[in-house]
Nanobody, 115 residues
Framework: QVQLVESGGGLVQAGGSLRLSCAAS????????MGWYRQAPGKQRELVAR???????NYADYVKGRFTISRDNAKNTVYLQMNSLTPDDTAVYYC?????????WGQGTQVTVSS
């Protein structure tokens, strides 16, 4: 059974930082493409950042230079370091694991940025 468990969300002031973690089990983590998505109230879920099995990364334009995605294959964990947070970053952040043709989601972790 595949499980993705996010942690690290919370309340932070604008300009602050948070580090999200997603621990994966039940998959061959080292070859999985891992991603972070977010969904704000009333909006569609959107890609924040993604990292492939060979650690190639891509980011949404609105987080470039502020967020960094990384992975530790020894710990089956993917991270999202978020710096210079703004209220517009407030959302539920979801971890995603892609192993073609399957796609898995975590339960989400709330990030709230106060002004």
């Amino acid at each position: 059974q595949v499980q993705l468990v996010e942690s690290g969300g919370g309340l932070v002031q604008a300009g602050g930082s948070l580090r999200l973690s997603c621990a994966a089990s039940g998959i061959i983590f080292r070859i999985a493409a891992m991603g972070w998505y977010r969904q704000a109230p009333g909006k569609q879920r959107e890609l924040v950042a993604r990292i492939t099995g060979d650690s190639s990364t891509n980011y949404a334009d609105y987080v470039k230079g502020r967020f960094t995605i990384s992975r530790d294959n020894a710990k089956n964990t993917v991270y999202l370091q978020m710096n210079s947070l703004t209220p517009d970053d407030t959302a539920v952040y979801y971890c995603n694991a892609g192993l073609f043709p399957m796609n898995y989601w975590g339960q989400g972790t709330q990030v709230t940025v106060s002004s």
